[in-house]
């Protein structure tokens, strides 16, 4: 079974340019997660998916960053501008409920933003 | 203060040794309680998962949670330097809600 693919793996930027991460998730798993990581520290959510609808985005912030799962498969992440404190790891997630008690949540390998 | 501590280590021990890794919480709505590895430049992969308080073991690896104390552990038996890697904490309130990590502790482990 393939896991998380996320593209690209990594991205280098000046300040004030646009970029975009691509997340396609384990088949069949209609919860998605992107979660940012900065150096040293846990990740922390961003946003969640529930197949095409964002149920918590209370921590994205929407001045400039912004996200779409299109049919409820694969989603994109943007950011416009980017920011110096932006760099960091970007980690998409994925689960499925399935009968099960517990969902367990499958990573990405994420993609690594730098900006200059 | 961040709802869930952890100590960044980093953790040196010999192989063979027993590593002892912990967090601690303030939320007392945290239901789910997980252990993940992660590796460099990889995305993090589940250890363990507890629910509600206790002890669970997993070949090497026991997870214990005490809700009474808001505190969660994790042992590592007859450590191997390939369980090298940065170990985090994560709660989450209920199934498939966001997880809230501790920032991580590093462990390496000596041949």
Redesign the interface.
Known sequence: EAGVVQSPRYKIIEKKQPVAFWCNPISGHNTLYWYLQNLGQGPELLIRYENEEAVDDSQLPKDRFSAERLKGVDSTLKIQPAELGDSAVYLCASSSRQGRSYNEQFFGPGTRLTVL | QKE?E?D?GPLSVPEGAIVSLNCTYSNSAFQ?FMWYRQYS??????LM?T?SSGNKEDGRFTAQVDKSSKYISLFIRDSQPSDSATY?C?MSKA?????T????TRVLVKP
């Open positions: 869930v952890q960044p789910y430049r990889k995305g993090p992969e589940l998962y629910y985090l994560a199934a498939g809600n966001k997880l990590f501790g920032g991580g």
